[in-house]
């Protein structure tokens, strides 16, 4: 019985090696988001925050083109550096930027120069898993015929996926599916060392765009 024991997992690991070995190579992956359309995609969400928020007194969104497109970790020193050029008293806060007073501008002038400024350095949309069309159905596509059935041999089922035509639109709607998600939306939980043996058997896409979209990292 002994003797037989490793044949009993035969099966299991041939269908593994099977499986990514019988897969054609998949397709070059589609060219990402441009610089011109990260910058309007970064335009329009912060117009989109900007008249939901709060604290904008009325004042409308300016129609002015991002100067820069920052990093989440380097845009609250550069709304900082804004907002001080313009007069404003602002100073950096753990995770964002605060602006103590008006300074010397009007209650609507201060309003102005903070969303001038959050309109001249936004976050890049690139930065945040925002991806093209094209990417996300490439995404889609390798995640439900290869990484799914690769995943589910090792015991991973997470939750089902949407149907295709639905992903991009849920997607842009801040609806994240990936197959490294449980029904309830966490991440599937395994030991550092089994993800290592996991993703070298159904290797995750590695191009950068879709890191946000990967298995969970452990360091």
């Known amino acids: ?31 990402g988001v441009t610089d011109a359309e990260a910058r309007a995609v970064a335009a329009q969400q912060q117009a989109d925050l900007w008249s939901l928020s709060s604290y904008n007194d009325g004042v409308a969104f300016p129609d002015v083109a991002p100067v820069e497109l920052v990093s989440p970790s380097t845009w609250a020193s550069r709304q900082v550096t804004c907002l001080l050029a313009a007069g404003l008293p602002a100073r950096e806060i753990s995770g964002g930027f605060a602006v103590d007073s008006n300074g010397a501008l009007s209650p609507a002038d201060s309003s102005l120069a903070q969303a001038t400024c959050l ?72 030991t550092a060392l089994e993800w290592s043996i996991i993703n070298s058997r159904c290797p995750p896409l590695t191009d950068a765009a879709y890191r946000l979209f990967g298995p969970p990292v452990h360091g």
């Open 1 to 31: 019985m002994m003797a037989r024991a490793p044949l009993a997992r035969a099966p299991l690991v041939g269908a593994v090696v099977l499986l990514l070995a019988g897969c054609t190579a998949p397709t070059p992956a589609p060219a």
């Open 119 to 190: 309109a001249q350095y936004p976050v890049d949309p690139r930065t945040q898993g925002y991806l093209s069309d094209e990417q996300a159905l490439y995404l889609y596509d390798y995640s439900t015929e290869r990484l799914v059935p690769c995943l589910r041999l090792f015991g991973i089922e997470g939750a089902p996926p949407p149907d295709r035509l639905a992903y991009v639109g849920r997607l842009r709607a801040g609806i994240l599916w990936t197959p490294y998600l449980d029904v309830d939306g966490a991440p599937v939980q395994r």
